[in-house]
């Protein structure tokens, strides 16, 4: 008997479902489970195939050494970006966005608003991939153009929906990027190979009630318009 495929309705849910994983259970990740995972990714659309965009994956020994290196690195001075994650300046609608995001985080974490110290810490927490098992260094070409980009966002939000398929959380550490060049040279990686983000990689904490938070999404008639359909009075 042939299984059936899976319905809108399913990967809706999955969608729906998947949030940002900031606390983690101490259970250790297999290997294949993480094999499967990329190769899942890997299938998402590439213009050209070029496929771009490479996944180190760290646990163990390698990972916590690679935590002390970056949280080190983030205790001094950020170092130039090496790409642009938000436009500058951040419209206002937009950085209302971003501050209700941050507003919640922090609210789950029971850190006030005035509390620097406490936010700061939440922050340095990126640096140690919020105590996941696992952590995967997303690097690109440096000589890939901007559409390559898309591609590997593609690739990366395949990857974490496979993630939670399989039953694991995950969270984009778009913060490394920060320090892209301490984590390159942490790794030893190629000089063609660009920092774009981490991504930590576990099992969620269901009792954290960090994991709790959710942000709000725009709604459908705020980001897409149709044309062409019957009864609809002209924009």
């Known amino acids: ?68 290196a970056m949280a080190a690195a983030a205790e001094g001075p950020a170092e130039p970006p090496e790409y642009g994650y938000f436009p500058q300046p951040l419209p206002p609608e937009l950085k209302a966005r971003q501050r209700a995001a941050g507003y919640a985080l922090y609210a789950a974490l029971g850190i006030d608003r005035r509390d620097l110290a406490g936010r700061r810490a939440q922050f340095a927490a990126n640096y140690r991939f919020f105590g996941a098992p696992v952590a995967i260094v997303v690097t690109i070409r440096r000589d890939m153009g901007a559409g390559c980009y898309m591609d590997l966002g593609m690739a990366l939000m395949a990857l974490m929906l496979a993630a939670e398929a399989a039953g694991y959380g995950t969270c984009g550490i778009g913060a490394l990027a920060q320090y892209g060049r301490a984590a390159h040279r942490a790794l030893a990686l190629p000089e063609e190979e660009l920092v774009v983000c981490g991504i930590a990689l576990g099992h969620p904490d269901p009792e954290a009630p960090v994991n709790r938070v959710r942000t709000e999404r725009a709604p459908l008639g705020g980001y897409a318009s149709f044309r062409g359909w019957p009864g609809e009075v002209p924009e």
């Open 1 to 68: 008997m042939s299984q059936s495929s899976p319905s809108l309705a399913d990967l809706a849910a999955l969608l729906e479902r998947r949030r940002s994983c900031r606390a983690f259970l101490e259970r250790p990740v297999p290997r294949a489970d993480l094999e499967r995972i990329l190769t899942a990714a890997r299938q998402a659309p590439s213009g050209a195939n070029l496929q771009p965009g490479r996944f180190h994956v760290l646990a163990g020994a390698p990972l916590a050494g690679f935590c002390d």
